[in-house]
């Protein structure tokens, strides 16, 4: 394989070592460094591969420092492959600074298409595949991630999340919390020996996982049906607008402010403000 010196951004198996494009060996094996999140790890991958490579490790503590030197071999008529632990490099794994820094040098990157958990995931879902959104993970935190969980409730796109064993319960508990009986599927192990689908409702998969601590076992992939498309609902980040402006200012201000900011209708707003002043009034 001939090509210019580049940066090539390499897919790795998520599972089963069988799933490596020819593609991507050709490139390993011509490339003269790759560039590894976890060298030890994909030595496993490259000796089963027979590839004899020059592995450097890259990863989100040393990424900044370590694109330079990259960029300058690149520069010097060398090829760089990166790769990560598992599916496509940059995809909730390091590389973003390396491929930026790239691009600002001019330096040409190259990406071959390949294995990526969060697309293997969906296309077995049984969720709608027409639209979604890839989040990563969520917070680690419970506020930040209750916040975040918040702020996508009126996602009607399917949602998509990396998630770790132990905290895939807390975070289905929040989601039934928030979401009610909105479809749930935990994808787990994808490629591997023990590979598994699990498709229902949030409480009943709080249900379901709280039965087996196996079941939250494994590389997991969290998918979530999107919100069901209401005309006359006022999304959430509107109200919390609305709600933030009550505190400074007179309803109908506030109402008119949310309105500009949003591009909403301010009367369904003051009309709505009126309607929790007066259930708060009979509430006290």
């Keep these: ?11 790795t198996p998520i599972g089963n ?38 592995l450097l490790a890259l990863h989100d503590h040393n990424e900044q420092q370590r694109a330079d030197a990259l960029i300058a071999r690149v520069q010097q008529g060398q090829s760089v492959a990166l790769i990560s632990d598992a599916g496509t490099p940059l ?15 001019g330096v040409r990157v190259i990406p071959l298409p390949g294995a990526c958990a969060a697309i293997t995931a969906l296309s077995a ?35 998509i999340f990396y998630e770790s064993p132990r905290r895939l319960l807390e975070t ?3 989601l039934a919390r928030l979401y009610g009986e909105r479809q749930i599927v935990v994808a787990r192990e994808l490629t591997k020996t023990f590979e598994s ?14 039965a087996d601590s196996n079941r939250c076992r494994g590389e997991i992939v969290l998918m979530i049906a999107g919100a069901k498309p209401d005309p006359d ?12 402006l009550q505190k400074e200012l007179p309803l109908k201000r506030a109402a008119a402010l949310t309105a500009e900011i949003h591009g909403v209708k301010k009367n369904a707003l003051y009309k709505l403000g009126l309607e929790q002043a007066s259930v708060y009034s009979e509430g006290t």
């Excluded at 689908?197 to 709280?210: G, N, Y």
């Design 1 to 11: 394989m001939q090509s210019p010196p580049s940066l090539y951004i390499v897919p």
């Design 17 to 54: 070592l069988a799933d490596i494009t020819q593609r991507a060996i050709e490139v390993l094996a011509m490339v003269d460094v790759v560039a590894a999140e976890d060298t030890r790890h994909s030595s496993v991958l490259l000796n089963h591969l027979q590839i004899k490579a020059n």
């Design 91 to 105: 995809i909730s794994d390091p590389g973003y600074h390396l491929v930026t820094r790239c691009r600002e040098a």
């Design 125 to 159: 879902s049984g969720l709608p595949t027409d639209r979604f959104t890839f989040e990563g993970f969520l917070p680690a935190k419970e506020k930040a991630r209750d916040d975040r969980l918040t702020q996508l409730q009126d996602e009607t796109r399917t949602l």
């Design 172 to 174: 289905v508990q929040a």
């Design 197 to 210: 689908f699990q498709s229902l409702p949030a409480p009943a998969m709080v249900e379901w996982l709280a």
């Design 233 to 244: 609902a006022i999304p959430s980040e509107v109200l919390r607008t609305l709600a933030l």
